[in-house]
Structure formats: structure tokens, C-alpha cells
């Protein structure tokens, strides 16, 4: 198919994301596009992705020069996967030197790689550090091993911990953990053991998901056997609750519905370009993109993505030029999940009249003319965003 028809930036932040599509094992909840060395094969690998990544990467910014504004520094970058610390130290350094080697960062620019704590240690971070990395977002999940064994993550429970404080005492500044709650058999105690492990960790960012049992995941069969039982609303709800009240009477504040940080400066600011309708290249396989409005998404699986790549031209699978209404929608759903709120002056007809009701309800507040969520409007953003948006 063609590539995507780009017009121009849309003059926000500009970032970049990297996906890793390599796991060593594959966890039980996870719908991420993944691949373990046994499903692959020799049909790709770790150097022939890189590879590939670097064609994509300077074929996106050939095209990039094209249009008629100058193509933005990269304020944030963004490795993720899968498990980018398979890569190791060296090979995280390579794909870094693959984005500078066709862009050009920002003076400050947030670098940011996601890591599984097993496959970390003080030099790899050492690495990461001289690299140019500034900040680490290592995948804890749980602190109790019978819920991390039901999550099938291959981590000792108290290895996370361990990975953030080896972070931060090489000189990592930002240092995130994330947390799942609700997972089946997960107790309060559990929950209460973990948010004591990431707090001992004294890192300045947490995330913290409710678990999602995702169709055609291992873990959607075991509860549609009835192996598990399925999350339950309430027991999220609590859980959520317990989770705030403890990351905020520890200094950590909630900036997005599942993302907590000690003060401004520890935010993810990658997250927040998506969240703010920024622009930003996906490369990678079966990474998305969005630029000035237009929106790709590249083949999926390593091997295709390769062969596209080397054929010339982006490896869009997909590509959709957004509506008036459409951004309309993507911009409510996602500012209002954020503490800055949505301006109510952006609310259409329909917003303005269900914003009125949402706060008489006491799901939100008007906070200097913006819609901003109460403790319990958190609860119940997605029921809020349907409110915002239908008659």
C-alpha cells in the first residue's frame, strides 16, 4: 500500500517511539505484539530489526524534510516493547545513536527505556547513563510471587526494588515502577506489601493499572475455563483508592488517571505528548504514528517489517487522515484523564451541557474554567468521556 499522505506537523512536542518486539517468555496477560525467539525462528532477529530500524528511521525523515516546516527536534524518546533490555546496554545505545544519527535531539530531551528488571544490572545502567538515557521504567507488577506467577513474569518478587535503587545509585534521576492491581488472588495485604517495595525504592514515578484481561491473551482462556476468576469492579475501585492514598501521603501525585509522580519535573513528558496531542513517529513493528493529524500503523510482525522497509518507503500497514471530529474525540478523551482537566471553552454544544451535569453529579469540578476529575470522577473517567460525548 502507499504510505501515509503528510501535510505538516501539527506544532506540538515531537517524539519518538521505539518498539522492541522481542520477549524471552511471553506473560500470561499480555496482548503487546511480542515475539519469543521460539516463535520467531530465524525469520528475524535482534540485528536485522536494528537494521531495518535504521532504514525506517531515515526513510521517515527524508520524508519528514519534505514538508514545508522544518521538522522539530525530539523532545522525548521512548523505547518500549516487549523488552528492550534484551538489547543490553550496547544495543540501547545503538538504537539511540540510530534516532540521532537522522534527527536531532532537543538539549534536554527525555530518553526513556522500558526494562525488565531480570535482564538488568548496575553496568547495564551504567551503559544506559553514558549513552545519553535519562530516565528507566522497569516492569514490577506485584511484589507477592503467587501474583506475579499468576501474571506468568519471570522476575523474583523483590528484584524490581532491587533494579530501581541500582538505577538511581548510578545517577538516574527519573525512575518509574509499574504496578498492576486486581490480578486473580492479588489481597490487600499483597497490594499493601507492593506499594511498601516501590516506596522503600524511593523512585519519583509510579504507574499503576487496573489488570485487563484481553482477548486471545493465555490468561482470557484460564478465566473463560474458569481456572480464574474474572477482575472484579469493586475490588478495582478499592484497590485504585488504597493505591492513591498511599503514593499521595508519600508525595507522589497524580498527573494522568494511572500515573503518579513527586512533582512536575518527574512526569513522563513522552506520555504526556500523546496525551496532549502531540506529534510523534512510531518505528518499530506494529509501532503507530501520528503527525499533523494523519495516523499510521506499521506491519506487525519483524520479519514483514523488514522486507517493507528494504522494499522503500514507511512500513505502514494502515493510515488514516483524522476528522474534525474524530480529534474532537481523542482530545476529550484523553485531557480529561489528565489533572490540568479539558478548557471548558473546547466542549462543544453537547460537552457543555453533560460538563454541567458531571459536576453537579460531583464527578468533576470547574477549576479556572477547565473540567478537572474529583477523587471519584477518577473512578469512572470512561463513564465521564460516554457522558461527555453522547446526546
Same mark, same amino acid.
Given at each position: ?29 499480555? /496482548?503487546?505484539? &511480542?515475539? *519469543?525467539?521460539?516463535?520467531?525462528? *530465524? ?8 537494521? $531495518? ?19 522539530? #527536534? ?35 530531551? #527525555?530518553?526513556?527505556?522500558? +526494562?525488565?528488571? #531480570? ?6 545502567? !551504567? ?14 507488577? +506485584?511484589? $507477592? ?6 501474571? /506468568? ?19 538516574? !534521576? ?35 493499572? +487496573? ?15 474458569? #481456572? ?12 485504585? %483508592? ?13 498527573? %494522568? ?6 512533582? !512536575? +519535573?518527574?512526569?513522563? @513528558? ?16 506494529? $509501532? ?18 523488514? /522486507? ?11 493510515? %488514516?487522515?483524522? *476528522?474534525?471530529?474524530? @480529534? ?8 480529561? @484523564?489528565?489533572? &490540568? ?19 453537579? /453529579?460531583?464527578?468533576? *469540578? ?26
Amino acid at each position: 500500500m502507499s504510505g501515509p499522505e503528510l501535510s505538516d506537523f501539527g506544532g506540538g512536542p515531537f517524539g519518538i517511539y521505539v518498539h522492541v518486539p522481542f520477549c524471552a517468555t511471553r506473560c500470561g496477560y499480555c /496482548d503487546f505484539n &511480542t515475539y *519469543t525467539a521460539g516463535e520467531l525462528g *530465524t525469520s528475524a532477529s535482534p540485528q536485522s530489526w536494528l537494521a $531495518a530500524l535504521r532504514g525506517e528511521l531515515a526513510t521517515a525523515a527524508a520524508q519528514f524534510a519534505a514538508l514545508p516546516t522544518t521538522t522539530p #527536534e525530539v523532545s522525548t524518546i521512548f523505547i518500549g516493547g516487549g523488552t528492550p533490555s534484551l538489547l543490553g546496554g550496547a544495543g540501547l545505545a545503538e538504537v539511540l545513536d540510530a534516532v540521532r544519527a537522522n534527527f536531532t535531539l532537543a538539549p534536554d530531551a #527525555e530518553v526513556t527505556t522500558e +526494562s525488565n528488571p #531480570e535482564s538488568t544490572s548496575p553496568e547495564f545502567f !551504567e551503559q544506559l547513563l553514558g549513552a545519553g538515557f535519562t530516565r528507566i521504567s522497569l516492569g514490577m507488577q +506485584s511484589a $507477592a510471587a503467587h501474583v506475579l506467577k499468576v501474571l /506468568d513474569r519471570t522476575h523474583t518478587p523483590g528484584r524490581a526494588v532491587a533494579a530501581a535503587r541500582e538505577a538511581r545509585a548510578v545517577g538516574f !534521576e527519573h525512575v518509574n515502577l509499574d504496578l498492576i492491581y486486581g490480578t486473580p488472588g492479588e489481597r490487600d495485604s499483597d497490594l499493601d506489601a507492593s506499594l511498601d517495595a516501590v516506596l522503600s525504592a524511593g523512585v519519583d514515578h509510579v504507574s499503576a493499572y +487496573s489488570l485487563i484481561v484481553e482477548d486471545g491473551t493465555a490468561l482470557a482462556r484460564r478465566v473463560r475455563r474458569g #481456572e480464574l476468576p474474572a477482575p472484579d469492579d469493586d475490588v478495582l475501585a478499592a484497590r485504585y %483508592e488504597r493505591i492513591d492514598a498511599r503514593l499521595g501521603a508519600a508525595g507522589l501525585t497524580w498527573y %494522568e488517571v494511572s500515573n503518579w509522580a513527586a512533582g !512536575e +519535573s518527574a512526569a513522563c @513528558r513522552h506520555n504526556l505528548g500523546y496525551w496532549d496531542g502531540g506529534d510523534w513517529l512510531g518505528a518499530g513493528p506494529g $509501532a503507530h504514528s501520528h503527525v499533523g493529524g494523519v495516523r499510521w500503523w506499521n506491519v506487525k510482525h519483524p520479519a514483514r517489517y523488514a /522486507d517493507r522497509v528494504a522494499a522503500g518507503g514507511l512500513p505502514a500497514a494502515g493510515w %488514516e487522515q483524522l *476528522t474534525a471530529d474524530e @480529534r474532537y474525540t481523542e482530545r476529550l478523551m484523553l485531557a480529561v @484523564r489528565l489533572r &490540568t482537566g479539558l478548557p471548558l471553552a473546547d466542549l462543544d454544544t453537547v460537552g457543555t451541557a453533560a460538563a454541567a451535569r458531571v459536576i453537579a /453529579d460531583g464527578l468533576a *469540578t470547574s477549576s479556572a474554567d477547565r473540567l478537572v476529575l474529583t477523587d471519584r470522577g477518577r473512578l469512572l473517567a470512561d463513564g465521564v468521556v460516554r457522558q461527555l460525548l453522547v446526546p
